[in-house]
């Protein structure tokens, strides 16, 4: 009986262990899964290891930078690493091997202390001359105020290469159709919700914010209500929407394209439902459009008839009257 309970209670703790094991087994695996879904939608290559190189002059420097200190960290860790496992396997104890008495190197102790300072130094140089880029929004052709509401964004384009620009305002949320299938029991399929091949469930809407590659951008970036955060992980950065207070960021985009981001700061129950879109146009293109806009903003003429017959009297009158002035 003794010995029984004992081989009852001997595979408890071994079964107790293995399924500790198969937990943090299961909890890594999870967690490697979370990292690689959040790697996915910021870049669409399957297995990339890196960080998205990004699609701007500032996302290019953050990129570099991180591939600076990363490879500082790896050949560090490997040099690290490499005398502690030549130290624990070559000079073990069963092969004989006796430790020495001494305990203190004065030039050992100088070498590892300057060279981490050194290397800690060239390192914070170098990122805080990123931030500084990043932090330095003058010398911008054009102005775009992001506003974060709970749950949708507004976008005032308020000056183009020097001229301030007015009525090109608007919001955007969730398209229509990403937001009726999220809706309970719509019976719709999320995976149905297409742009081209691309699966854009809860990724699109309804009016992207248009913008010209080539061009510092500066954003003025403030909340109506809770605070949201603009984030395009192509831009690389995010920048927290704040009520009553306005946080500057500027982008230079080098490619034209669609880009896709979300709201990065938990603002409210519909936080996963107001994403951002950003196209990305010509400047040739983006004037037209932005001359498109202005026409289809302006103030209303009184009649059809009236406006007909306006710019033939307006095309005389301004030609003179412009050279005076
Ligand atoms: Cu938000």
Redesign the pocket.
Known sequence: MTSGSIRTDAPRTHRGRTAGIRRIVAASLALVLALGAGLAQADPHPWQLNMTRGSTTWSGEAYFLNNVALGVCVVIGVLVFGAMFIAMFRFRKSRGAVAEKWSHNTTVEIIWTAIPVIILVVLAWMSTGGLVSFANTTGAQMTVKVT?Y??KWRYDYVDYLGKPVSKVDYMSKLDALSDKTRQLDSGMDPYAVKTGDENTYLLNVDKPLVLPIHTKIRFVITSDD?I??WWVPEFGWKMD?IPGIVNTAWTNISKPGTYRGQ?A????QD?GF?PIVVKAVSPEDFAKWLAAQQQANAPAAPAPAASAAAPATAQVAPAGSGEHG
């Open positions: 974060g709970q749950w809770v949201h955060s929407a709201c700061e938990l603002c409210g936080h107001m």
